[in-house]
């Protein structure tokens, strides 16, 4: 089953800055990258896409403060986060869809297991 690894989770004081990033065990050229989270006791929501042509889409919650990118020859996709807040806190998770995808959740094809940020002082 193919499977992404996220990293980068931890524990960051409000207003600190996290970088999380996602490896793939294949090329990212063709495939369309995002960004979702899950609160506790929440939906899963997503944070931020990048299609194969670096069309990048943002949660309004986040817009100006994270920044999605992505290195096809590292096969990795990164989200920086900065001016983190305490509502950031969520599992974080990588997932890739076939290009042309939206970023919704039910369209996404491949996940990882997800990393933990929290922002708490």
């Known amino acids: 089953q193919v499977q992404l690894v996220e990293s980068g989770g931890g524990l960051v004081q409000p207003g600190g800055s996290l970088r999380l990033s996602c490896t793939a065990p294949?090329?990212?050229?063709?495939?369309?990258m995002g960004w979702f989270r899950q609160a506790p006791g929440k939906e899963r929501e997503g944070v931020s896409c990048i299609s194969n042509s670096d069309d990048r889409t943002y949660a309004d919650s986040v817009k100006g403060r994270f920044t999605i990118s992505r290195d096809n020859a590292k096969k990795t996709v990164y989200l920086q986060m900065s001016s983190l807040k305490p509502e950031d806190t969520a599992v974080y998770y990588c997932?890739?869809?076939?290009?042309?995808?939206?970023?919704?959740?039910?369209?996404?094809?491949?996940w990882g297991k997800g990393t933990l940020v929290t922002v708490s002082s």
């Open positions: 294949f090329f990212l050229d063709y495939y369309y």
């Open positions: 997932a890739a869809a076939a290009p042309y995808s939206r970023c919704l959740d039910y369209e996404m094809d491949y």
